[in-house]
């Protein structure tokens, strides 16, 4: 059985920053093919996350753009996978898993709440900002608690789940990094 991370990246959240970045090399590290999704060049800003016409739409695209990427990987369904993805991008991986009947293991940073019309019961794992001013993070916890979803809550975290004190930032991605390689893996 093959094992395969795919790393969709957010708006302006590529897969060079550090959350998509480390997450990767942990994957690397327990034997995992690493893909990564381009969804450069969409005409997108983060203002437009809370537009849900404009996240839909925006949604077909980038599964069009997953769908060409990931053909080349052949059928999924009978691989060990998992979705490491930031902000709309945990939207495509759920959807992209949902509509092609993937068993992914989703790792969400930053989800938008969107992510609720596709993500499987007990199928991703959540880290949230409570300050994160394009998510709701009261919204994403009944979310995470009807689909009985781990959800780690950054408390103060933006939607970099960043706090603006570095020192918490570091202590916060070791922890998120070290819950990132327990649900690898599971």
Same mark, same amino acid.
């Given at each position: 059985?093959? *094992?395969?991370?795919?790393?969709?990246?957010?708006?302006?959240?590529?897969?060079?920053?550090?959350?998509?970045?480390?997450?990767?090399?942990?994957?690397?590290?327990?034997?995992?093919?690493?893909?990564?999704?381009?969804?450069?060049?969409?005409?997108?800003?983060?203002?437009?996350?809370?537009?849900? $016409?404009?996240? %839909?739409?925006?949604?077909?695209?980038?599964?069009?753009?997953?769908?060409?990427?990931? $053909?080349?990987?052949?059928?999924?369904? $009978?691989?060990?996978?998992?979705?490491?993805?930031?902000?709309?991008?945990?939207?495509?991986?759920?959807?992209?898993?949902?509509?092609?009947?993937? *068993?992914?293991?989703?790792?969400?940073?930053?989800? =938008?709440?969107?992510?609720?019309?596709?993500?499987?019961?007990?199928?991703?794992?959540?880290?949230?900002?409570?300050?994160?001013?394009?998510?709701?993070?009261?919204?994403? $916890?009944?979310?995470?608690?009807?689909?009985? =979803?781990?959800? @780690?809550?950054?408390?103060?975290?933006? @939607?970099?789940?960043?706090?603006?004190?570095?020192? %918490?930032?570091?202590?916060?991605?070791?922890? !998120? !990094?070290?819950?990132?390689?327990?649900?690898?893996?599971?």
């Amino acid at each position: 059985m093959r *094992k395969i991370a795919v790393v969709f990246p957010g708006v302006g959240y590529t897969k060079d920053r550090p959350l998509l970045y480390y997450a990767g090399k942990l994957a690397v590290k327990y034997g995992y093919e690493l893909k990564f999704m381009d969804f450069s060049g969409l005409d997108w800003s983060k203002d437009k996350l809370k537009d849900r $016409e404009f996240l %839909t739409k925006t949604l077909d695209i980038c599964l069009d753009i997953t769908e060409k990427t990931l $053909e080349k990987a052949g059928d999924l369904s $009978e691989d060990k996978v998992v979705f490491i993805s930031k902000s709309i991008g945990t939207v495509v991986a759920s959807a992209y898993a949902k509509r092609k009947e993937i *068993k992914a293991q989703q790792i969400c940073f930053s989800p =938008l709440e969107l992510i609720d019309d596709f993500v499987i019961e007990e199928g991703a794992i959540l880290f949230c900002g409570d300050d994160d001013p394009y998510a709701d993070f009261t919204s994403l $916890e009944n979310i995470a608690k009807e689909k009985k =979803l781990q959800l @780690h809550r950054i408390a103060g975290g933006n @939607h970099s789940l960043e706090t603006g004190d570095i020192c %918490t930032d570091i202590d916060n991605m070791k922890i !998120m !990094m070290n819950d990132v390689a327990d649900a690898i893996l599971m």
